[in-house]
């Protein structure tokens, strides 16, 4: 595949492998692949045709338009005038999924990911099943690194004892599917710039010896494209 788009004049990312670039016209044109599925991203649609045949040249391929689905990411654009365009990207159906795989489904939704001054000691033997323990992890992370930046805290806690959970790690692992219960509608929302000025904002902050357990200090980043959260 890496051949096939080199010889169109694209060019991988360092950083990325499955992202491929190229300037037409002075626009950046973005390819992105995952196994067998491109996202192709340039503003000017007829570029786009020509490109689409050039990769059916090269691969057996069906254009499924506009991309509303992809990776358990549900996809909406709103146009609400030629100033404004919306994108939003949601998982409220991953989240119903993964809520009915680990027996959530009726559970009580909770406003906050985890309890106040929650503290989780690190074992050195499990007290509960690891396998299932290691299932939610994963399924929580795959939701945290697609649409809910937000759960990446209570994720990354939980993460450090997935070797030896007991049963207060378990039950803080279901206090974040209980908030995910509730704000399974949540959306990255991302607003179209006219402009051709773009503004990166990084925000970072940390306490002072805030972890309970071993007295570390937790850092905390956003970082804003336009207003719009990326990171």
């Known amino acids: 595949m890496k051949r096939q788009l080199e010889g169109i004049d694209f060019k991988r990312s360092n950083v990325d492998h499955g992202v491929f670039t190229k300037i037409i016209d002075g626009k950046l044109f973005v390819i992105v692949v995952y196994v067998n599925d491109f ?3 340039l503003s000017n649609i007829s570029h786009i045709r020509a490109v689409k045949e050039d990769l059916k040249r090269c691969f057996e391929m069906k254009d499924l338009r506009k991309a509303k689905w992809i990776l358990q990411m549900k996809i909406k654009r709103t146009d609400i005038d030629n100033r404004m365009r919306k994108l939003t990207i949601s998982q409220e159906q991953y989240i119903e999924t993964i809520l009915e795989w680990h027996s959530m489904a009726d559970c009580k939704p909770e406003k906050t990911l985890m309890a106040a001054n929650l503290q989780l000691p690190t074992l050195t033997e499990a007290e509960i099943d690891i396998i299932e323990y290691q299932r939610c992890i994963g399924s929580l992370m795959y ?4 649409t809910c930046p937000n759960i990446a805290h209570s994720v990354g806690v939980l993460s450090h004892h997935v070797a030896c959970p007991r049963r207060t790690h378990m039950q803080a692992v279901k206090h974040v599917f ?3 219960c509730k704000t399974s509608h949540y959306a990255l929302e991302f607003q179209a710039n006219n402009s051709n000025d773009t503004l990166l904002i990084v925000y970072v902050d940390s306490d002072w010896g805030g972890d309970h357990m ?4 937790i850092l905390g980043f956003v970082v804003l494209l336009d ?3 990326i990171s």
């Open 214 to 217: 071993d007295r570390k200090s």
């Open 178 to 180: 209980q908030y995910l």
């Open 227 to 229: 207003g719009e959260a």
């Open 39 to 41: 996202l192709l991203f």
């Open 143 to 146: 939701l945290m690194i697609c």
